[in-house]
């Protein structure tokens, strides 16, 4: 074992090749999040869903995003038990209660969601601290156009809020947790990394744009919603399809270990 490193056994014979290739993935998603300035050390959550099971994949609490691998990652069920995890030795890692309601609430509500990422990077916490929210003033932007809003309810570690969290999400694919962060789903990790990547642009962009001090450009309605309808899947092919397999190999040349 490399120091640094957790001596993590292997779970790869103790699950189905299905759980296994999500695992792979749910584990890529954690190391790019990280990659891409959206990580907030072992803070926040990705869950991925178990194929034909009513359960999900999660982090266990006290582990970095770039150092999580396939089979550092939990499997619990909706009522929150821990069906399955590695030996943490003395460090007797679990499940973040905050994750186990928000993505426990999603799933459970949403079967077709494949993915979910909450975080809180510092361009959606400031965003989400802002009375505007997200201003559709880029093409990024723009795919947010009708992007729901969650209003502030405490450390999210009551299941009461469960309700409100779905209803706000409604059908969509993001969410703006007010003076907290950001959500996204996705049937897929690289859906739903492409969703939150995107999100993050729009929210950076707009803060550098606020910042200048100078006018912004809107632009009509009837753009915006043709921007819009351009982004929604009946338009067009399903979001991370062509960049995951890419994302992956860069992956793949910096460290692979996620895979293990």
């Known amino acids: 074992m490399s120091e640094g490193v957790l001596g993590i056994a292997s779970m790869r014979d ?3 090749d299905e759980e296994w290739q999500m695992r792979v993935d749910c584990a ?4 790019l999040i990280d990659l ?20 999900f994949l999660i982090n266990p609490y006290g582990m970095m995003y770039e150092e999580i691998t396939a089979s550092s990652l939990l499997k619990v ?8 995890a590695p030996d943490f030795g003395p460090l007797k890692y679990g499940v973040n209660r905050a994750g186990y309601v928000i993505h426990s609430a999603i799933h459970e509500a949403r079967p077709e969601v494949g993915c979910v990422i909450h975080t809180h990077s510092w361009a959606s916490m400031a965003v989400s601290a802002l009375e505007c929210g997200i201003l559709p003033i880029t093409q990024t932007a723009m795919r947010f156009l009708k992007i729901g ?3 502030f309810e405490g450390v999210v570690l009551d299941e009461q809020e469960k309700a409100s969290l779905v209803r706000d999400l ?3 694919e993001a969410l703006i947790l007010r ?15 492409n969703w939150m990547r995107r999100l993050e642009l729009a929210c950076r962009s707009q803060l550098a744009a606020m910042a200048t001090g100078s006018r912004l450009t809107m632009v009509p309605q009837q753009i915006l919603e043709a ?3 351009n982004y929604q899947p009946g338009t067009r092919r399903p979001y991370g399809l062509m960049e995951w397999p890419a994302l992956l190999r860069k992956l793949d040349r910096l460290d692979p270990s996620y895979k293990y």
Not at 28 to 31: D, E, F, I, L
Not at 77 to 84: I, K, M, P, R
Request: proline share 3%; net charge negative; charged share 15%.
């Open 14 to 16: 103790r699950c189905s």
């Open 149 to 151: 809003y969650h209003g």
């Open 227 to 229: 921007t819009w309808n």
């Open 28 to 31: 890529a998603c954690y190391r």
């Open 179 to 193: 003076n907290h962060g950001a959500l996204v789903v996705g049937n897929t990790p690289g859906e739903a990394f």
């Open 77 to 84: 069920n909706l009522a929150g038990e821990v069906l399955s």
């Open 170 to 172: 409604g059908q969509g």
């Open 36 to 55: 891409y300035g959206m990580s907030d050390m072992m803070a926040n959550h990705i869950s991925v869903r178990v194929p034909g099971e009513e359960s």
